[in-house]
């Protein structure tokens, strides 16, 4: 059975950083797109960051590109996202999600991918 399981959120002031770790079990993801999701209250589930473990590529939202980080250590099969220049607007539950199979591109959609952890929660305050 498949498994992501965040941590690492928590609390920081505006300017802070943050890292979030999710650690994936339950099958091989050598194969696969790992990305990370957020989702505010009373607004939608929002693409933050992927990569595409079959080529190594990544890509990010617009709203966080030059501030966070997304990176794979795949002996460990565990994915990093790393937050720098925090602000209010990133105060979210944040979501690890997968999808497994070759992808000659990263999806962005939230329907794109199958597994999810359960959200670990980032707030900042100013």
């Known amino acids: 059975q498949v498994q992501l399981v965040e941590s690492g959120g928590g609390s920081v002031q505006a300017g802070g950083s943050l890292r979030l770790s999710c650690a994936a079990s339950g099958r091989t993801f050598s194969e696969a797109v790992m990305g990370w999701f957020r989702q505010a209250p009373g607004k939608e589930r929002q693409f933050v960051a992927a990569?595409?473990?079959?080529?190594?590529?990544?890509i990010y939202g617009d709203s966080v590109k030059g501030r966070f980080t997304i990176s794979s250590d795949n002996a460990k099969n565990t994915f990093y996202l790393q937050m720098n220049s925090l602000n209010s607007e990133d105060t979210a539950l944040y979501y690890c999600a997968s999808v497994i199979g070759v992808w000659a591109w990263i999806p962005q959609g939230r329907d794109d991918y199958r597994y999810w952890g359960q959200g670990t929660q980032v707030t900042v305050s100013s």
């Open positions: 990569i595409n473990r079959n080529d190594g590529s990544i």
